[in-house]
């Protein structure tokens, strides 16, 4: 049963626009998320992370926004730049868990000129 | 440069036989994990280990084996109990923090082992 959800498998935007990415959840004991940047052949990087406390965390380019209720997250990466494109894993956690991590399938993003 | 490990990047093995993909971290992580990646899937645990000589079963664990030694190193043995071993492997390892409650630093990965059958 998958408990974190990327229903858009792939996702195509123009150089400078904003692309965003949207993950679902079904547990409601998650309590921290995580995105993760995947280039093909190498291990995912670390992006940006939210607890559940907050609403919004900010890292310069890349914003994650959380809603609880709905149980969604979403990642909005503005300008879009080509080195962009790759594979974004959403992820969730539940504190006190050891840092077992529960993976969404991943979005495709390809960013054009 | 402190980072993680995996080698060989990829691997044969042929039916029957057992085969050990290796992990090595210098970032002084106590945490550490293997995934497995499908084709158009996700990250699926397999197994982890918070501190050396203890480990537990993720969500995939059958066909599997792990050991940990010592702090930086968490191989993996595929065993000929895993019918569907070709997949793509990566291991893990984050911080562990313990105040005011126990909860981990975000993961890093390695580049993972490619891991096919003859």
């Known amino acids: 049963d998958q408990q974190v959800k990327q229903n858009s498998p792939s996702l195509s935007v123009q150089e400078g626009r904003i692309s965003i990415l949207n993950c679902d959840y079904t547990n409601s004991m998650f309590d921290y998320f995580l995105w993760y940047k995947k280039y093909p052949a190498e291990g995912p990087t670390f992006l940006i992370s939210?607890?559940?406390?907050?609403d919004k965390n900010e890292d310069g380019r890349f914003t994650v926004f959380l809603n609880k209720s709905a149980k969604h997250l979403s990642l909005h990466i503005v300008p879009s730049q080509p080195g962009d494109s790759a594979v974004y894993f959403c992820?969730?956690?539940?504190?006190?868990?050891?840092?077992?991590?529960?993976f969404g399938a991943g979005t495709q993003v390809v960013v054009t000129p | 440069d402190g980072g993680i490990t995996q080698s060989p990047k990829y691997l044969f093995r042929k039916e029957g036989q057992n085969v050990t993909l290796s992990c090595e971290q210098n970032l002084n992580h106590d945490a550490m994990y293997w995934y497995r990646q499908d084709p158009g899937q996700g990250l699926r645990l397999i197994y982890y280990?918070?501190?050396?000589?203890?480990?537990q079963k993720g969500d995939i664990a059958e066909g599997y084996s792990v050991s940990r030694e010592k702090k930086e190193s968490f191989p993996l043995t595929v065993t000929s109990a895993q019918k569907n071993p070709t997949a793509f492997y990566l291991c893990?390892?984050?911080?562990?923090?313990?105040?005011?409650?126990?909860?981990?630093?975000?993961?890093?990965f390695g580049d993972g082992t490619r891991l096919s059958i003859l």
């Open positions: 992820a969730a956690s539940v504190t006190d868990s050891w840092g077992k991590l529960q």
């Open positions: 939210i607890s559940s406390i907050k």
């Open positions: 893990a390892s984050s911080k562990v923090m313990t105040a005011p409650r126990v909860y981990n630093q975000p993961q890093h």
């Open positions: 280990s918070q501190i050396v000589n203890d480990f």
